[in-house]
């Protein structure tokens, strides 16, 4: 039995995963995510939402090929990207797979320590640019990720605290495609993290549960914790706070942040996207790439 406070529920196996279906196809059609006959690239990471909902995209009947990136994070990234590839095996599913140190020459330990950037913050916008750069190469219609409810309350407390206005107008769950961007699209919005956990039993899905070990620090698993104590308190405050911000107060930021979009410019060195010359990710390239090697725990993650 599967019980969600928040929805004053049990279920059982089988009428759980039909309620996670039912969730993600309203969300897909409420906001228009994807259209019958598109090719959708998931963005898959080894954990419990990206293959749940890559699972969840192929029952609904939609095309959807996955892709996952090598980041170089020790055993942690040979781990979570084995789960990505004996799910997709074992189900016949296209997988695409990049290699920063191949395709880049550098991992992320290595780029975040080159560029003093925190981990978090150098590997967000380096999977953004290849998830970007993957997605217009293969020509497909959209990209989705496994962001959910739990993921997006707290992205959005952190936002608000500190009235970062641009990034508010982003939380939208869909974002057309336009001004070099593919279409991106996040249907797990109304399912929490402890519904993934449980849709992933219950279906069979076997996933990384190990957390990353450049997470610490990470301000957003701050945000989570003050969010789940009031979600004990008050069941539903998640949802209330999320989805409400969705339907009252996201279209006061939305202009805003087109706005900003379609103001840049062409990156010299690869054409995508720019605020400068340059864009933030080749700059990376350029201060990791030679740069000297970090070393995680016992395994050491690059070699030169
Ligand atoms: S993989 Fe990358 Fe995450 Fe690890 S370094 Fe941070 S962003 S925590 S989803
Ligand atoms: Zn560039």
């Known amino acids: ?25 309203r969300t897909i059609e409420e906001f228009d995510m994807l259209s019958p006959g598109d090719r959708v690239l998931v963005a898959v990471s ?9 699972d969840l995209l192929i029952r609904l009947g ?82 989705v ?38 279409k991106k699209a996040k249907p797990l919005i109304r399912l929490g993290e402890r519904e993934m956990a449980a849709y992933c039993i219950v279906s069979g899905i076997d996933y990384v549960v190990e957390e990353c070990p450049m997470s610490k620090g990470n301000k957003h698993l701050g945000y989570k914790e003050v969010l789940n104590e009031m979600e004990l308190r008050q069941p539903g405050a998640k949802a209330d706070f999320y989805l409400g911000f969705l339907r009252r107060a996201a279209s006061v930021w939305r202009a805003e942040a087109q706005t900003g979009r379609s103001e840049l410019g062409r990156c010299a060195s690869c054409g995508a996207p720019a605020g400068g010359e340059i864009c933030a990710f080749c700059r990376l390239v350029e201060r990791a790439t030679g740069a000297e090697p970090v070393t995680l725990g016992p395994t050491r993650v690059r070699s030169s």
């Open 46 to 54: 080894g954990g419990k939402d990206s293959l749940a909902l890559w």
């Open 1 to 25: 039995m599967i019980d969600l406070r928040r929805h004053n529920a049990n279920f059982c196996s089988e009428h759980f995963t039909k309620f996670c279906r039912d969730q993600d196809s």
């Open 62 to 143: 939609y095309e959807a090929d996955g892709l996952v990136i090598g980041l170089g994070i020790g055993e942690y990234s040979q781990s979570s990207t084995g789960y990505a590839q004996r799910f997709a095996e074992a189900r016949g599913l296209n997988l695409e797979y990049v290699d920063m140190e191949q395709r880049y020459g550098f991992d992320i330990p290595t780029g975040a320590r080159a560029a003093k950037r925190a981990p978090c913050s150098a590997c967000g916008m380096s999977k953004r640019h290849v998830f970007d750069e993957v997605t217009m190469a293969g020509d497909y219609d959209v990209l």
């Open 145 to 182: 990720t496994g962001h959910n409810l739990d993921d997006e309350a707290a992205v959005l407390f952190g936002n608000v605290m500190h009235w970062q206005t641009e990034y508010l107008g982003r939380q939208w769950p869909v974002l057309e495609a336009g001004s070099g961007f593919p």
